[in-house]
């Protein structure tokens, strides 16, 4: 069993920035690819990023590339997501999330999920 615990959301402006993470207890977290997703109201949750156990790749949705960074530290057991240049639209939760295969993770599943953190930005 893993359990994810998110953090870092907030209020910011359009082009501001947010760093959120995720931390990770359980079982060995390196073994784990990792991933972002996020919800919209009234929207289905969307894949955002996904980084590999260990570390040498990633994914990212269109809708993000150049503007959020995924990176992980399996020392500390967290994975990041950087986020700038912050668009209103880019308001949702923000869930992490595990899994054994990146490919899962693109796909949009997942073993393991967070409780999500709220990221609200105003224009």
């Known amino acids: 069993q893993v359990q994810l615990v998110e953090s870092g959301g907030g209020l910011v402006q359009a082009g501001g920035s947010l760093r959120l993470s995720c931390a990770a207890s359980?079982?060995?977290?390196?073994?784990?690819?990792m991933g972002w997703f996020r919800q919209a109201p009234g929207k289905e949750r969307e894949f955002v990023v996904a980084?590999?156990?260990?570390?040498?790749?990633?994914y990212y949705a269109d809708s993000v590339k150049g503007r959020f960074t995924i990176s992980r530290d399996n020392a500390k057991n967290t994975v990041y997501l950087q986020m700038n240049s912050l668009k209103p639209e880019d308001t949702a939760v923000y869930y992490c999330?595990?899994?054994?295969?990146?490919?899962?993770?693109?796909?949009?599943?997942?073993?393991?999920w967070g409780q999500g953190t709220q990221v609200t930005v105003s224009s």
């Open positions: 980084i590999s156990w260990s570390g040498g790749r990633t």
């Open positions: 999330a595990a899994d054994g295969g990146l490919i899962n993770l693109r796909a949009g599943s997942a073993y393991y």
């Open positions: 359980g079982r060995t977290f390196s073994s784990y690819a």
